[in-house]
Each structure stands twice: as C-alpha cells, then as structure tokens.
C-alpha cells in the first residue's frame, strides 16, 4: 500500500489517532499502557482541540463519532 492509499483510509476511518485536533497525552497513555512504548492497538489517551474534551481511542479503527469532526492532521502541513 502506498502512502496516498494509507492517507485515503486513514480519512476514511475518521480515528482521532489521526486527526488534527487530537493532542496526545503521552504520559497518561504510557502509564495506562503498563510503560509499553506507545504503539497501534492499544488505547492512546489524549484532548481533543475541537470538542474540548478528554478522548480515549485505539489507533487504525474505524470512529463512527467522529465522522464530521474529524480534519486529517496533514492537511495543516
């Protein structure tokens, strides 16, 4: 898969991993992860800018909620 075809699916699925409003909270999720290093499938904790509100959310899964607040976070580069 290619990278275009990665950020098609990844606008898809509408995951806050994603998205430019989603600012992680690194240490939480660590901490909560029993200090695994912060990888796919697990829980990633963070704030969401846009709603102004804690998340929780497992990376590469499909977010019906989020499918009209969600803006990809490389649309800002």
Partial sequence: MDRNSIYELQKIDCNCNNCHYFDRD???TK???NNEK???NKIHYGYCKKLNKEVAEIANICLINTQNCFI????FR
């Fill in 26 to 28: 690194l240490i939480k």
């Fill in 31 to 33: 901490q909560l992860n």
């Fill in 72 to 75: 990809h976070r490389n649309d």
């Fill in 38 to 40: 912060i990888i796919a």
